[in-house]
């Protein structure tokens, strides 16, 4: 688990990391669509999870985000994009994934997307667990993110374009590009989290994540 971490010129000469096939990936359009998510995330022991959020450029502009949700199992990814009204019966779909502890929720940097979920949808994500804090080694400097993860546990390059993580994540239509890069990103996360488990690295325990109280302010 001490595995030191490639140098950049290093990592760069590495293999690519396969991902999913944009056939492994259902784009939630429909309620049915939605339900068979729900319960194919449901029925794993942890599932791979981070959000989208349109870009802000101007200063002073405030985020609307998340506009896509992104969950993972071992074989699949289903995104679920997020507008302006969610329709109630998908929140509530949401909500059941998401509140409970189990399936724990595994991504890189969750932070941001938990309170951003909490604000645009009330929902309070439980069972999470982020990457970047509970892989972090003593003195280690900066968090552990996704592409750092592949290099190191992997021996694999995750490629991760800045052109398409700063696209539109709002648009209606998301093309093949964002979505296999969304989809990664989910599933990169639980294939870390078996990958450490198998070898025996023991995680921090799971902890409950502060939400403001209903009508209180922050």
């Not at 502009?61 to 071992?74: C, K, M, N, R, Y």
């Amino acid at each position: 688990m001490d595995q030191a971490l490639p140098a950049a010129c290093e990592a760069a000469e590495l293999p690519p990391y396969p991902g999913l096939q944009i056939a492994a990936v259902t784009m939630v359009t429909t309620l049915e669509q939605a339900v068979a998510a729900r319960d194919a995330l449901l029925a794993s022991d942890a599932i791979g999870f981070d959000t989208e959020s349109k870009p802000t450029f101007v200063k002073g502009e405030v985020s609307t985000g998340p506009h896509l949700i992104q969950f993972a199992t071992d074989q699949h990814a289903y995104l679920f994009q997020i507008g302006a009204r969610t329709p109630e019966p998908v929140r509530e779909i949401l909500q059941a994934i998401l509140e409970p502890t189990a399936p724990l929720k595994i991504g890189f940097g969750l932070s941001d997307d938990v309170k951003r979920l909490f604000a645009k949808l009330e929902i309070r994500c439980g069972g999470v667990i982020d990457l970047s804090v509970a892989l972090r080694q003593p003195g280690q400097r900066n968090d552990l993110g996704a592409k750092s993860a592949v290099a190191k546990f992997f021996g694999q390059t995750l490629q991760k374009s800045k052109k398409i993580s700063v696209t539109n994540w709002a648009l209606p239509r998301l093309n093949d590009k964002q979505i296999l890069y969304a989809a990664d990103d989910a599933q990169v996360a639980l294939r870390v989290y078996r990958h450490v488990v198998a070898i025996g690295h023991k995680l921090p325990p799971v902890k409950a994540i502060k939400f403001p109280r209903p009508g209180a302010t922050e």
